[in-house]
């Protein structure tokens, strides 16, 4: 089946450093990957849409100077979160659309102190 | 304003009992997806609701899709503690991306 690889699972970094977090299909291409931030005890809330070779689309209130998406390639695209505070804490999920429909990676926890 | 509400929020019962979410929206989907979310992993897809009406079984899981295609609800039957998890309706919006519903915190006590 189809299988989407994120990493790091868990990052904990200072206030002001910048974090990247890759999301990989491992056996299938994407053209297409999506991002999405989750709260504790609530639901995905989607940021950008990840076009391979084009630029990425954000959502209505996401920075996207703060959230820089990079997809170079059809299997991989990251999200590097510039300047982190601590509100940025948060868990980041990606997806990639296939021939088998949504893949979600296993997401990954920011801690920014 | 959000497209997918989902209710209950916070779900807590007994062992044995039975419940249902409820997925609603003003707006037709072509299809609506329901995930289960474990702590600290991506949400995982119980099943894809592709037809107006239709009803789709997985063990003690029921889905159904309305006949307008705007609302799906999950029953499930006899709970287990298994059955701990975060429960999420998703539908595909312009340009292929996937929104969710608020989810559905549910607790299963033994």
């Known amino acids: 089946g189809a299988v989407v690889s994120q990493h790091p699972s868990r990052v904990i970094c200072k206030s002001g450093t910048s974090v990247k977090i890759e999301c990989r299909s491992l056996d299938f291409q994407a053209t297409t990957m999506f991002w999405y931030r989750q709260f504790p005890k609530q639901s995905l809330m989607l940021m950008a849409t990840s076009n391979e070779g084009s630029k990425a689309t954000y959502e209505q209130g996401v920075e996207k100077d703060k959230f820089l998406i990079n997809h170079a390639s059809l299997t991989l695209s990251t999200l590097t979160v510039t300047s982190a505070h601590p509100e940025d804490s948060s868990f980041y999920i990606c997806?990639?659309?296939?021939?088998?429909?949504?893949?979600f990676g296993s997401g990954t926890r920011l801690t920014v102190v | 304003t959000q497209l997918l509400e989902q209710s209950p929020q916070f779900l807590s019962i007994q062992e044995g009992e039975n419940l249902t979410v409820y997925c609603n929206s003003s707006s037709v989907f072509s299809s609506l997806q329901w995930y289960r979310q474990e702590p600290g992993e991506g949400p995982v897809l119980l099943v894809t609701?592709?037809?107006?009406?239709e009803v789709k079984k997985l063990k003690r899981l029921t889905f159904q899709f309305g006949d307008a295609r705007k609302d799906s609800s999950l029953h499930i039957t006899a709970a287990q503690p298994g059955d701990t998890g975060l429960y999420l309706c998703?539908?595909?919006?312009?340009?292929?991306?996937?929104?969710f519903g608020q989810g559905t915190e549910l607790s299963v006590k033994p």
């Open positions: 609701v592709v037809t107006g009406g």
């Open positions: 998703a539908g595909a919006r312009q340009g292929g991306k996937l929104i």
């Open positions: 997806s990639a659309r296939g021939p088998a429909g949504y893949t």
